[in-house]
Structures are given as structure tokens and as C-alpha cells.
């Protein structure tokens, strides 16, 4: 009996579709995991990214306003403090070069904290009253006009202020403050002094100078020269009146020395970059005090008195890097609003 061979179609086929099945799980799950790693690295930059920016934007404007530049006494000044007097002394006292020199408003700080804090050993204080008083001359409302004028002009005033009423208040009281401590001082200079009479001329040509020191010393008056070489239009203007030689700025000290009749080399100011010259018209060791002779000895006095003061109060001050620049930004805005106002009033209406 003939063997009956099976069909090839009866034959059990080869296992490829469950190897293939594994190999497209395989697959599947190794795309998988790459694919989480892919999420995960992009997850990771994006986290390192918002650091980075959260980075920033604590390293500029967060932290740089907290900054301390200055210590006076128990007082801590930040970068803060000096955006908020260097933007008055731009909008309030026409300074705008503390844009280019931030740090130049510290000085202030300083000299108006340690007069805050030291007129009182003095005897010197400002009443609520004195302060009203100066709020309302600076909006140019007189005593005896209505509170509701003052209030009026004073709000008006604070709308465009880019600091706060208790911040600007402060300024003012302090401003009051010196001129009662000057007053103090003035009190207590005596009757009599030394003083020279001083006739001088500024210029920016040091020849032109030359040339007038030259006439001057061979006998020719001063004022008449001043005149004729242009650095005057009226003889009085080179007339200075009488000086505390003391009081004399330090730039200039050489005049302090001279005699009567004697005329200084020409000076350099170091301040206005111009060129100076002086001559001493008479000279008194013991002569009566003016009032406003008085005033210099004064002011000297109070110059001698609140620089100790700040010496004893004052650390070294500090304003470099992330916070001058965003002190820096700070007032360039508001030198820009300052400068938009001032557009603003002459347009025509």
C-alpha cells in the first residue's frame, strides 16, 4: 500500500510572525524609551532655561536694588536710596549729570543723613510747621493763601514726582534742617575778623589772562583791564567785595596768603576748567563782619563741623557692577519723562 505524502499546504509554517511580533514590541518599546529620554532632556533644558532666566531676572532686578551701598551711623542706604535721590536731583534740582555718575549723588546721602542725625547735638530740629512752611513757598503758595491752594498745587506736584510725598518730605525737612543749622553757626561767629578785599576775573584763554596779570602788575588798574580785555561788561562785576580768606575755596587757596596790592599768578580752577586771577585790594586782620561775611564764616564752619560729623558716621561707599547699571537704567527713564514734559509745556496749544 502506497505512503501518502501531507500537502504543502497542510505543512505547519514557520515561526517568523511571532519573531517578528517580538521584534516590532522590541522596537516599540526602545522608541519608547527614547522618546522619554528625548521628553526628559527637553524637560531638563527647559528647567535649566527658567533657571536661567529666573537667574536673571534675580541677578538685575531683584537683587541689584537691595544692594547696600552706604552705612551712615544706624542707617543702611541700598542702591534703592540712590536711585530715589539721584531721580530728585534730576526732576527737583536740574541735575541730570548723575546719569552718567550715579555714584556723585552718595556725597548727598551722606552729608543730609548725618545732618539728620547729628543736628539734634546741635539743638537744631524742624517742626511740622517750619515744614509746611518751606512745602509752601517751593509751590509758590504765600502763608496767607487758602490750605485748599497749598493742597492743590502740592498734589499736582507729587503727580509728577518720581518718588513718594514721605520720600520728597524728607529731602525738604532736611533742606531745612541745614539752613537752621548754618543759622546756628552764623549765631556764633564774633563781631570782628580777618578779610580781604578782592577784585578777580575768569576765563577760558590762560594768554588773555596772562597779558591782563602782566598790565596789572606794572601799574595799570584792574577793573579798567578786565574791561578792556573782554572778560567783563561792568568794572563792579570784577569787584568780589570782602572774604574770609579761611572761606576761600581750596582750588584757589593761594589767595588766601596774598597782600594788599598783590596780585595771583593765574590759577587754574580745577571745578569750571576756567583760568582765574585775583589781587588784593586791602587786607584787615580785625575788621568788622558783614552779614554776608558772616554767612561765609558760617557756612565754613558748618563745611568743618558736618565733614567731622560724616567721618565718625560714614563707611566707605560702595556702587559698582548689576547695581550702578540698574541705578543707571532707573534714571534714564526718568530723565526721558523729564525730558517729555519739558517737550510737552513749550508745544503749542
Known sequence: MATTRPSRAAQPAPAVRPVRAAERRARLASEGRIEQRVYLAA????????????????????LPPRSKVLTVGPRTFTAADVAVRAKYAIAGESNRLVVSDPASIIPTLLREETLRQKAGHLGVSVTDEELKAELRKRMGTAEGQPDEAFQTAYNRYLEILPISRAQYEEIVST????????EAFKATVPATGPQLHLLAVAGP?????????????SGKDFKSEAVARGLVTDPSRADLAWFDPASLPDRIARVRDLKAGETSEVILDTQ??????????????????????????????????????????????????????????QLKGTLADANRRAQAQQAPK
Open 43 to 62: 524637560a531638563v533644558v527647559g528647567i535649566a532655561v527658567a533657571l536661567i532666566v529666573v537667574a536673571g531676572i534675580v541677578l538685575t532686578v531683584v
Open 175 to 182: 533742606a531745612v534742617l541745614r539752613t537752621k543749622v548754618i
Open 205 to 217: 584763554d590762560r594768554a588773555k589772562l596772562e597779558d591782563m596779570r602782566t598790565a596789572v602788575t
Open 272 to 329: 569750571s576748567g576756567s583760568f582765574f586771577l585775583a589781587q588784593v585790594v586791602e587786607r584787615s586782620e580785625d575788621r568788622a563782619y558783614d552779614d554776608t561775611v558772616k554767612g561765609q564764616v558760617a557756612n565754613r564752619q558748618f563745611d568743618e563741623w558736618v565733614k567731622s560729623e560724616e567721618a565718625s558716621l560714614g563707611g566707605t561707599p560702595s556702587l559698582s557692577g548689576t547695581a550702578r547699571a540698574w541705578v543707571t537704567r
